[in-house]
């Protein structure tokens, strides 16, 4: 089982770009399906983008499509989430998810590994 560690959140103007990183330990992270979600207080967890375990698919939320790009690198156990245009409403702590081949599901429900989060936050 994989355990995940979020880095590259920060503060941003709106407008600019962020790439999160999450890494993951253990030797089975090809196998695995990762997401990104985002939360702000008050409000239930919120998908951001999915890719299968194989990589050949991806599945984003419709508020970032075209300025979010999520990709992987399984040589160096890592998912990434390129972040750009952002937007105040983009503020939020992101978290990073894994599901062992998972498909790149939407739901939160259907991952069972998950990281302990790194902060956006956008300005105006």
């Known amino acids: 089982q994989v355990q995940l560690v979020e880095s590259g959140g920060g503060l941003v103007q709106a407008g600019g770009s962020l790439r999160l990183s999450c890494a993951a330990s253990g030797r089975t992270f090809s196998t695995y399906a990762m997401a990104w979600f985002r939360q702000v207080p008050g409000k239930e967890r919120e998908f951001v983008a999915a890719m299968t375990w194989s990589g050949d698919s991806t599945n984003y939320a419709d508020s970032v499509k075209g300025r979010f790009t999520i990709s992987r690198d399984n040589a160096k156990n890592t998912v990434y989430l390129q972040m750009n245009v952002l937007k105040p409403e983009d503020t939020a702590v992101y978290y990073c998810?894994?599901?062992?081949w998972g498909l790149g599901s939407g739901y939160a429900a259907h991952y069972d590994r998950w990281g302990q989060g790194t902060q956006v936050t956008v300005s105006s």
């Open positions: 998810a894994a599901k062992q």
